[in-house]
């Protein structure tokens, strides 16, 4: 096992403890997790380019410990009343609809090779500012105005956005019998 591998796993140990940090008052070691939990990532991918240790198992945990992290954060943001649920459900309902349309592609004998798509990317860093921006502004006992609310949109249009760019990769991919979606033909 890699040590890029090894730095992936601490985020998945570091869940768990960002989620009980939160549930018990603790926003400022939530917010210390999250932020270790996010060098880390950026620690993780350096480590696996710079030493070459990029390896199909670092390349399924990097981003099944991204989701896993964000996902619980939003979840239990939502059940602190700190985000609203229908963020929660719609970002949780993008994530279960890609994983589906993989698996459906797949036993319809046509996998698929995943790649983020570029609206994907800025999807989930506008969820991790978010969730970071709900954070900091608990631990240091502040509001920003209405600077959470634009962010909370903004996230909701964005993961709506993704989710329709993954469906359109998706059903091109299935139409085109297993063909990279993005292809010319």
Not at 149 to 176: M, P, Q
Request: proline residues 3%; charged residues 15%.
């Amino acid at each position: 096992m890699t040590v890029a591998t090894l730095i992936t796993l601490l985020r998945f140990v570091l869940v768990p403890l960002i989620v009980i940090a939160l549930l018990s008052g603790r926003v400022d070691l939530a917010l210390a997790g999250f932020v270790v939990a996010g060098v880390s990532d950026a620690v993780d991918g350096f480590v696996a380019r710079r030493f070459n240790q990029q390896s199909e198992l670092g390349a399924w945990l990097d981003p099944m410990a991204d989701k896993l992290l964000l996902v619980s954060v939003f979840v239990v943001l939502s059940h602190i009343h700190e985000l609203p649920l229908w963020l929660v459900v719609i970002a949780v309902a993008r994530d279960l609809l890609i994983g589906a349309g993989v698996f459906l592609a797949s036993i319809m004998g046509s996998p698929m090779k995943m790649k983020p798509l570029a609206i994907s990317k800025l999807n989930t860093a506008t969820q991790i500012f978010l969730a970071a921006f709900v954070l900091c502004e608990m631990a240091w006992a502040t509001g920003f105005g209405a600077t959470r609310t634009i962010l909370i949109y903004v996230s909701g249009l964005l993961t709506i956005a993704s989710a329709t760019a993954y469906f359109v990769y998706w059903l091109r991919h299935v139409i085109g019998n297993g063909k990279d979606a993005t292809s010319k033909r």
